[in-house]
Nanobody, 112 residues
């Protein structure tokens, strides 16, 4: 059974940083494309960043380019999202994704 468990969310001031982690079990992140999505209150879930199977290609939403970095550690079977220069509009529940599998999410709240 596939499990994706996110952690690292919390409350941070605007301009601050957080690092989200996604621990995977039941799959190997080394052979799967992985992604981070987010859903803000009253909005649809949107893609934040994704990383290719081999980790050589990354894509980002325009709103986070230059501020967020996705990476994966095959040895730890984990995926990360480094978030810098956080803005109020980054407040959302962040979800880890692998194709059709989803984690339960971790809440990121950015305050002024």
């Amino acid at each position: 059974q596939v499990q994706l468990v996110e952690s690292g969310g919390g409350l941070v001031q605007a301009g601050g940083s957080l690092r989200l982690s996604c621990a995977a079990s039941g799959i190997s992140v080394s052979i799967k494309p992985m992604g981070w999505y987010r859903q803000a209150p009253g909005k649809q879930r949107e893609l934040v960043a994704r990383i290719s199977t081999r980790g050589t290609v990354t894509n980002y939403a325009d709103s986070v380019k230059g501020r967020f970095t996705i990476s994966k550690d095959n040895a730890k079977n984990a995926v990360y999202l480094q978030m810098n220069s956080l803005k109020l509009e980054d407040t959302a529940v962040y979800y880890c994704n692998s194709v059709s599998d989803w984690g339960k999410g971790t809440l990121v709240t950015v305050s002024s």
